[in-house]
């Protein structure tokens, strides 16, 4: 098929999603793979990513460097004072001890570890030991694998360092933006950095190269044609398609959807433009009168186009724009 190498069509396609984007969904859309495969490998790609070893081989030395901040918790002393009295609550107490006036209720400062900066590393340990997990799914890949040793034992340390009694009493929830920017840009940021760098990573853990890899040929073509349709109707319209969103196993930008089609199950896989449904054969080499029937049988009475070639492009943006044109 004469159309834009593979490759490059592939990495404009991935370029055009749109940011920041639910990884696993988006990903499984893009190249065709099943959501739970896709987790496995995005779960390798994290674990096993350089930022994912610094981090767990830095905390030794961040968690004894880590942000806190004084915060008074109300504590019941009897014949001492350990901060100041809380008076209300000290007449409460005595009214309720016989009037020990040797009660005090005193509002003591302790060192509290579940602030901004604390969230932002527990959540990217928490991505590491979760990525680790996945990585270690028995259903996916060779038990004893290197690589899936390694990003079984880094998720580990990094769920080991969540025990750590300095961080077991952080929150474990997504920081907000205000709190990533804070650590970012507080004195401590050193300290956070590989946590920083992590939660970076965790955006787009997997490279182009790697999906472009998991892409069956088939695939490959279709995200080719896609390329191809898409710069036809820029250049037609004089205007950007917009960016491509992940709903529901397939992609979406303006008019186009693209169903990539899944390696485990029959479903419907193409682009539809409109109400035209474009796709490529399932098998090469297969004539073109073959391919036509049996994208006509599953369209199931819509208007459908094979390409073959990039007049086929051509010709499938005309028959869509007249299908709009007649619809309208």
């Not at 896709?38 to 096993?48: C, K, M, S």
């Not at 109300?74 to 609550?89: A, F, Y």
């Not at 401590?188 to 040929?217: N, S």
């Not at 485990?264 to 896989?269: E, K, L, P, T, W």
Request: charged share 30%; aromatic share 4%; glycine share 8%.
């Amino acid at each position: 098929m004469a159309l834009p190498a593979e490759r490059e069509a592939f990495g404009r396609i991935h370029e055009r999603l749109a940011r920041p984007f639910e990884v696993v969904g988006t990903i499984a859309a893009l190249v065709g793979e099943p959501p739970a495969a896709v987790a496995h490998g995005v779960g390798l790609a994290l674990a096993t990513s350089r930022e994912a070893q610094v981090l767990v081989e830095q905390m030794h030395a961040s968690v004894r460097s880590l942000a806190t901040s004084l915060q008074s918790h109300s504590q019941r002393c009897i014949g001492e004072l350990r901060g100041p009295v809380l008076w209300s609550e000290t007449f409460s107490a005595r009214a309720s001890s016989f009037g020990d006036r040797d009660l005090f209720i005193c509002a003591t400062p302790a060192r509290a570890y579940d602030i901004d900066e604390n969230r932002v590393l527990a959540h990217a340990l928490r991505l590491v030991r979760d990525a680790g997990r996945a990585a270690a799914d028995r259903n996916h890949g060779p038990v004893d694998d290197p690589v899936q040793r390694l990003a079984r034992d880094v998720g580990h340390e990094a769920g080991r360092w969540l025990d750590h009694p300095a961080m077991s009493s952080v929150t474990l929830s997504r920081p907000s933006p205000r709190a990533v920017r804070r650590t970012r840009s507080g004195k401590h940021r050193a300290t956070y950095r590989p946590a920083l760098d992590v939660i970076d990573r965790a955006g787009e853990p997997v490279g182009v190269d790697d999906a472009y890899r998991w892409c069956r040929p088939v695939v490959r073509q279709r995200i080719a044609v896609l390329d191809a349709l898409i710069e036809r109707l820029e250049r037609q319209g004089r205007r950007r398609v917009p960016e491509l969103r992940a709903e529901r196993g397939a992609l979406l930008a303006g008019p186009l959807v693209f169903r990539a089609g899944r390696s485990d199950a029959v479903g419907d896989s193409g682009i539809v433009i409109g109400s035209l449904l474009v796709d490529v054969p399932e098998t090469p080499d297969t004539p073109r009168e073959a391919a036509e029937a049996e994208l006509a049988a599953r369209a199931g009475g819509r208007p459908s186009m094979v390409v073959l070639e990039e007049d086929d492009v051509d010709r499938a943006v005309a028959r869509a724009v007249e299908l709009i044109a007649a619809s309208s």
